[in-house]
């Protein structure tokens, strides 16, 4: 891990990269996420080189970057040929012509872990190339903890002694679903009920069942007596790395996105999956994909298939796995001696074993803002945890 960190600091971050052959014709415009635009450039200016094209890496938010791209659409303003969806988002930007069919797929989707080729196939045709897979896990400050405990019963014991000494145990945004999902998750509850087909009823909301009331009840109890009130706010998500960074919190529940600044703060950190539940049960986050998707008005479609598909191959992967840490799922690099002795990598493989696939449907955007102010009402204000649960589930539906 300290190896591919080091590489990641040292990557010089650009806006707008591009790469020419002296014998261009064709064009590609790539959009990478912020910060990210390094871990691409050898494979760009390789491809450029060889297939005699021009192509321009743009870096723009990943979650928003399908927003833009329709709204863009809407205005008849150009778009990037290829840029990245987040795995939730498939299905409506497919049945809304947003992005095109990735026909390479058919043949290469062997090559990837299964897990996340599923979410980029839509009415048997695949939308995307997965380009990392991410979920969440348990960092650890070792000098505060020298070992990552297994249970949340033992963190529980852990925080009061952190708190006798002004400092605390385990924290993280349990005020928001994403987070708290995991808890919900390993109670029993469910966002929509799955079909054996693999499909989601989204008339079955799991979210107000006995296991989701005692989650919820869980957290609110563990939230009152264990976290900073400031991570409870709006901008707790930033406390949460600052308590981290400062070495103010033992642990902290986050995702890969915070390896960067946990890394640049100089903690002695490592990494685990996230503890089981008093139930016995582990927890089980979400886990979700990240796919270079081609954009339905591109008119280089064919180009922007060859490039994503040349843009994958293990030896461009794992470059960009060290310049950006994100974890490709593709089999042959994570059976490379290079990640699977790599503790940043392991956390997230091992994690996603006991993962929830994030419902890859339309009516997901629905579930966040009434289970968020669920979650908050118990935790800040004392609600009835089946009173706010039985509420979020109403303003779903």
């Given amino acids: ?10 990557g010089a971050i650009s806006s707008l990269v591009t790469f020419q052959s002296a014998l261009a014709n064709d064009e ?11 871990g691409i450039e050898m494979a760009a200016r390789d491809f450029a080189r060889e297939n005699g ?6 870096e723009q938010d990943g979650v928003q970057q399908a927003n833009k791209v329709k709204e863009a659409i809407s205005q008849g303003q150009k778009t990037p040929d290829i840029f990245l969806v987040v795995s ?5 930007l497919a049945n809304e012509g947003i992005i095109s069919p990735v026909g390479f797929m058919d043949m290469d989707a062997s090559k990837y872990a299964e897990i996340s080729t599923k979410p980029f196939k839509v009415n048997g045709k695949y939308y995307g190339a997965p380009r990392s897979i991410e979920t969440l896990f348990v960092y650890y400050n070792k000098d505060l903890l020298e070992y990552p405990f297994e249970t949340i019963n033992q963190y529980a014991q852990f925080n009061q002694k952190m708190m006798s ?5 385990l924290i993280g945004k349990l005020d928001q679903l994403y987070i708290a999902y995991g808890t919900l998750s390993g109670y029993g509850a469910y ?5 054996a087909d693999g499909t989601y009823n989204t008339n079955d909301i799991g979210l107000n069942n006995q296991g989701a009331v ?7 109890d563990y939230s009152k007596l264990y976290l900073p009130k400031d991570v409870l706010t709006p901008d707790g998500w930033g406390a949460v790395d600052t308590y981290f960074c400062e070495g103010k919190a033992a642990a902290v529940i986050n995702g890969p996105w915070a390896l960067g600044n946990y890394a640049k703060s100089g903690v002695n950190y490592g990494l685990a999956p996230l503890p089981k539940l008093a139930n016995g049960n582990s927890m089980r986050p979400f886990y979700g994909s990240k796919g270079y ?19 994958n191959q293990p030896k461009y992967a794992l470059i960009r796995y060290a310049a950006i840490a994100e974890l490709p799922p593709i089999k042959a690099v994570l059976e490379d001696p290079l990640i699977t002795n790599d503790d940043f990598a392991n956390a997230i493989a091992i994690q996603v074993q006991s993962a929830d696939a994030m419902p890859a449907v339309p009516e997901l955007g629905k579930v966040w803002g009434p289970m968020g102010d669920a979650l908050s009402d118990v935790i800040n204000n004392g609600k009835d945890p089946k009173q706010a649960c039985d509420e979020a589930v109403a303003k779903m539906k």
């Fill in 53 to 58: 094209v021009k192509i321009s890496i743009q």
């Fill in 214 to 220: 005692d989650a919820v009840k869980m957290l609110g």
């Fill in 293 to 311: 998707a081609i954009a339905g008005n591109s008119k280089n479609h064919a180009l922007a298939e060859k490039f994503v598909q040349f843009l």
């Fill in 165 to 169: 000494q002004g400092k605390y145990g």
């Fill in 88 to 92: 939730d988002q498939v299905p409506s």
């Fill in 1 to 10: 891990m300290n190896k591919f960190n080091k590489i990641a600091l040292a």
């Fill in 191 to 195: 966002i929509f009920k799955q079909n």
């Fill in 28 to 38: 590609l415009v790539i959009w990478e996420d912020n910060g990210a635009s390094y």
